[in-house]
């Protein structure tokens, strides 16, 4: 079956720095990526998306890389803010009538 | 603004007390879904409708119902709520369900049972 985990399930980072979470995925057959940003409380909020045809797709503050070679997806934050604090979660599809499947979460903790 | 609606935000039951948590929402959206998720887990999906075909999670306890009563709404209704069932319940929509569709999520219903 397919699961989809993180490698790291905390990640502290400088306000200011960098963060980059990342993501395995197990099949080969997903095709569609997904980022979701949970705050305390709150429902999973999108972040930005890529399917399997690209490696790379640009958002404000944010890219999204993906490696289909070895079943890898990463997320990368420019400038850390206090406001990204919160658990990433990955999430993968396969085609068609495929639920998404959400790997387990990392806990990124901006300090200020 | 907001787009997909959960009410009440916290939600607290007895054990065996039917409980139903409902879910709004104004994208217009052809599916809705409900996940659950406990503490530092990811979400774990339930159910959805696409329209009003109900496609239910082979590991989903029958103690877990759900209502589409229009495109608008859905209810998520246990019928006898264990200690387990204490979690986050989270509604999401998408516009389809062929694949590549990004999925709207509410704020959740924090429910409790004592």
């Known amino acids: 079956g397919e699961s989809v985990g993180l490698h790291l399930p905390t990640l502290s980072v400088q306000e200011g720095d960098n963060s980059i979470i990342n993501c395995a995925y197990s099949?080969?057959?997903?095709?569609?990526f997904i980022w979701y940003k949970q705050e305390s409380g709150k429902g999973p909020q999108f972040i930005i998306d890529i399917r399997s045809n690209m490696d790379k797709r640009q958002g404000q503050r944010v890219t999204v890389l993906l490696n289909k070679t070895v079943k890898h997806l990463s997320l990368q934050i420019a400038a850390t803010q206090p406001g990204d604090s919160a658990v990433y979660f990955c999430a993968t599809q396969g085609a068609g009538n495929t639920p998404l499947v959400f790997g387990k979460g990392t806990r990124l903790s901006v300090i200020a | 603004d907001a787009m997909v609606i959960q009410n009440p935000r916290y939600q607290v039951t007895q054990f065996g007390k039917p409980v139903t948590l409902s879910c709004s929402q104004t994208l217009n959206h052809n599916v809705m879904y409900w996940y659950q998720q406990k503490s530092s887990q990811a979400p774990k999906l339930l159910f959805h409708y696409y329209d009003k075909d109900f496609n239910n999670e082979a590991d989903t306890p029958d103690n877990f119902q759900s209502r589409r009563p229009n495109t608008s709404f859905c209810f998520l209704d246990i019928r006898s709520p264990g200690l387990g069932d204490a979690a986050m319940y989270l509604c999401?929509?998408?516009?389809?369900?062929?694949?590549?569709?990004?999925?709207?999520f509410g704020s959740g219903t924090q429910l409790s049972v004592l």
């Open positions: 999401a929509t998408s516009r389809d369900n062929r694949g590549n569709e990004k999925l709207f």
């Open positions: 099949n080969s057959a997903s095709d569609y």
